[in-house]
């Protein structure tokens, strides 16, 4: 049963870790540019720019977040999300403000079915509603008023998750959500 907008939750979800797939990103890159192989296992309880000593250069660079690698099973499970919650597309864009049109030109071609009116482009995550929030990164989960799923990255991996529910993947939130 499709419930109309005014009765479905708001779902927020995260882009960069949770339908991006922004670590094989970022490893194929340093990879490039280093010529070392890095293992993914090896990144656990890192931050990102310490495991990536050119991180910052990387997600400045031209196609880095055009180019991102969907995370499996992403596009079916918004899909169907979509049709029983209110979804928002949620980044902290602004933090690297190249990449807005990268961002909305992936979102657009691998989630056409996501309108405009469902993009959020903001700065700090700290102002955004909703009763549902799927992020990566505890800065965002820990100011959010509703329910926290915790999207599994290295660099959230630890023996707390602060009262998060973890997942590892898309399979696990539609257990969780559908």
């Known amino acids: 049963m499709i419930l109309d907008k005014q009765n479905k939750k708001r779902l927020i979800i995260d882009m960069d870790g949770v339908l991006a797939d922004v670590y094989l990103q970022f490893i194929a890159m340093e990879e490039k540019e280093s010529g ?34 969907l995370m499996p099973d992403a596009v079916e499970s918004l899909r169907r999300l979509n049709e029983q919650y209110e979804i928002y597309i949620v980044s902290a864009a ?12 992936w979102l657009a071609e691998h989630f056409p079915f996501i309108g405009w009116q469902q993009i959020t482009f903001c700065g700090s995550k700290k102002i955004i509603k909703g009763e549902i929030m799927i992020d990566d990164h505890f800065k965002n989960l820990d100011n959010f008023e509703g329910q926290t799923i915790l999207f599994t990255q290295p660099h ?12 590892t993947g898309w399979m696990e939130i539609n257990k969780l959500l559908l």
């Not at 602004?94 to 030109?105: A, V, Y």
């Not at 959230?156 to 997942?167: L, Q």
């Open 36 to 69: 070392s192989k890095i293992n993914i296992q090896d990144l656990k309880g890192k931050e990102e720019y310490k495991a990536f000593p050119n991180g910052r250069k990387h997600v400045n660079s031209k196609g880095f977040f055009r180019n991102a690698p």
């Open 94 to 105: 602004m933090e690297f403000p190249g990449s807005l049109i990268e961002k909305h030109e």
């Open 156 to 167: 959230n991996e630890g023996p707390d998750d602060r009262g998060h529910t973890r997942v």
